[in-house]
């Protein structure tokens, strides 16, 4: 395998320009056009959502800790968790791996010195800072009680919340997902590597890209749905409200044609994240790449055509229901192949429980149990008895926040020594990771039992055998926080007293290890020239770097720039 040389000099510790140090103003990093710097921008802004998406989950958990409503009044509770899954999902779940780890390593990843459009880029994250100042503005000004899914007549009619407001925010936000969408696209067709063919590509490549494809095409389609909603709001035109002629069930097939692709923007990236981290710490060739690849694309192709199972209780046909009901089920086959593929990557390789590799494992895990539970609510008659149930409430969490958090996690602990060049504290990050799966399913899985009691979502008053599930989903809820809070802790404390990372402390191999932790300000110092093989991790480690300085680093005659710190802030994988 050969790679980019690497300077004598940074593996001995010596400082070099990068990403990072060239230039320390806030201007320069507001206008900055270098997608690494990017990649911080999102990432430090959608940490922000989230926290403020995370204070309105505390409440929400507090209030249904009692019975009869005694924290909030009903219309404060509506706007509480409205606001909860709007920030959740269109300014977190949405842009949170694409934005950040997406914007920092697909450049990194295929050997170009940044994305095709950087000024597109820039203006992404304005767009995105913009959509997320007007849905924080009508928070603060009263917030919106609808949900996050907007239903008609009452979001465009009736209700007498920040409607108009809110959708302004998101709808500005989405233009944000498009411009990196496209950027993404034009990128990974027009400037990889020479010798770097589409399939040597990282398939953390092939699911963004097959997300770039949704993002694209389903986003303007809710766009212009939730335009629709605004102008019959503000001009009265009947287009959903049904006494003005309109239909309400057209905004839910509009809105779901998005919202199920959706889905799959939120949990492809994660997918590729784990696929490069089950093949570092299994030390394998990953097994099935053609399908793991191709399945992206196949999942990406039928979201398209499965929103309809979102509507079994609309009252559409009983034949079109059945054909919904079956496309969801096959939509499984492309996931299923993909848990089949990591599992057996891991089979007889030489698998080392680091952080990043705990945070993976419990991504499979958790997307497993929500795929399995999605089996339920895509047949028919369960349907029925499950709809607007907690059940529902449990099955898409799992999903999101199980998958796509827990594997966003995996991928800023694995990529965090690249961003930064420093290491965290790998012993709490391990028990970090298991706090937060341990903490999850005590605040998730009871939500599937009382829902498939009777329990309604959205309800803040309710029977009182009930209470004991959400006294427990709430007490996981303390645990979850604690596990959520751990990463951002000890990561930004890395930032100071972490020890030096090296350009690959995970001795993984892909063109983003070539280059120096954290990346110089053009990524390379020379264009790569690939003329291996993806996953190459099945011969010596030795023989992949060709560079003799790193070898050298290897076997121990350089000094090398973490195992000097052995001991103290972070503990290098693998040495």
């Known amino acids: ?12 510790g010596t400082k070099r320009e990068n990403y990072i140090n060239w230039s320390h103003t806030v201007k320069d990093w507001l206008l900055t056009v270098d997608h690494k710097r990017i990649a911080v921008l999102y990432l430090v802004s959608i940490s922000i959502f989230f926290a403020m998406g995370g204070v309105a989950a505390m409440f929400i958990r507090l209030e249904l800790l009692t019975p009869k409503g005694d924290l909030f009044r009903s219309d404060v509770y509506n706007r509480i968790f409205s606001a909860h899954g709007i920030m959740m999902i269109f300014l977190f779940l949405v842009p949170s791996i694409p934005a950040t780890l997406g914007n920092f390593l697909i450049p990194l990843m295929i050997g170009a010195k940044d994305l095709a459009f950087p000024r597109l880029n820039l203006l992404s994250w304005y767009l995105y800072m913009i959509g997320g100042m007007f849905v924080l503005a009508a928070t603060v000004f009263g917030g919106v009680d609808t ?5 008609t007549p009452y979001s465009s009619v009736y209700s007498n919340s920040q409607v108009a407001l809110t959708i302004l925010g998101v709808f500005i936000a989405g233009f944000s997902s498009i411009a990196t969408g496209i950027n993404f696209i034009v990128t990974i067709h027009k400037m990889r590597a020479p010798g770097l063919t589409w399939f040597r590509l990282p398939l953390f490549v092939w699911a963004h890209y097959a997300t770039s494809l949704i993002i694209v095409l389903g986003t303007p389609v809710v766009a212009i749905t939730l335009a629709l909603v ?42 590729g994240i784990t696929s490069e981290i089950i093949a570092c710490f299994s030390r394998k060739r990953i097994f099935g790449y053609p399908f793991i690849a191709f399945s992206s694309l196949a999942i990406a192709l039928f979201g398209f055509f499965v929103w309809g199972h979102h509507m079994f209780t609309t009252g559409q046909s009983m034949y079109s229901g059945m054909v919904f009901s079956i496309i969801s089920f096959l939509v499984a086959v492309p996931s299923a192949i993909k848990v089949f593929n990591w599992t057996s990557t891991m089979y007889k390789g030489t698998v080392s429980l680091k952080s990043p590799m705990i945070y993976a494992l419990g991504f499979i895990g ?13 047949t028919l008659a369960m349907d029925v008895h499950l709809q607007d149930t907690y059940f529902v409430v449990a099955h898409f969490h799992y999903v999101m926040v199980g998958g796509s958090l827990l594997a966003f996690l995996g991928g800023i602990h694995f990529w965090w020594p690249k961003i930064t060049g420093k290491m965290y504290h790998e012993g709490v990050a391990v028990g970090a990771a298991i706090l937060t799966f341990i903490g999850f399913n005590l605040t998730f899985f009871p939500q599937f039992i009382v829902g498939y ?34 990463p951002a802790v000890y990561l930004i404390l890395s930032l100071k007293y972490g020890a030096d990372a090296g350009p690959n402390p995970w001795r993984a191999v892909g063109l983003e290890w070539t280059t120096s932790s954290p990346p110089p300000p053009h990524n390379f110092d020379e264009i790569p020239v690939v003329t291996w093989e993806a996953y190459e ?18 076997s121990g005659t350089v000094p090398h720039p973490v195992s000097d710190h052995m001991g103290t802030y972070g503990n290098p994988p693998g040495e």
């Open 230 to 271: 605004a102008v019959e709001r503000v001009t009265g035109i009947g287009i959903f409200n049904p006494n003005l002629g309109g239909d309400p069930v057209l905004f839910q097939h509009l809105f779901w044609f998005y919202s199920h692709p959706a889905v799959y923007i939120m949990i492809l990236p994660g997918m």
């Open 453 to 486: 009691i009777g329990m309604p979502r959205r309800y803040h008053w309710y029977p009182d055998e009930y209470q004991f599930w959400h006294v427990m989903s709430s007490a996981g809820a303390s645990v979850l926080a604690l596990g959520l809070v751990m």
């Open 366 to 378: 958790l997307f497993t149990v929500g795929g399995l539970t999605g089996l339920f609510l895509s």
């Open 1 to 12: 395998m050969s790679a980019i040389p690497v300077r004598p000099e940074e593996l001995a």
């Open 537 to 554: 991790y099945d011969a010596d480690y030795t023989d992949q770097v060709a560079d003799e300085s790193t070898r050298q680093e290897i």
């Open 147 to 151: 949900g996050w899914t907007f239903y």
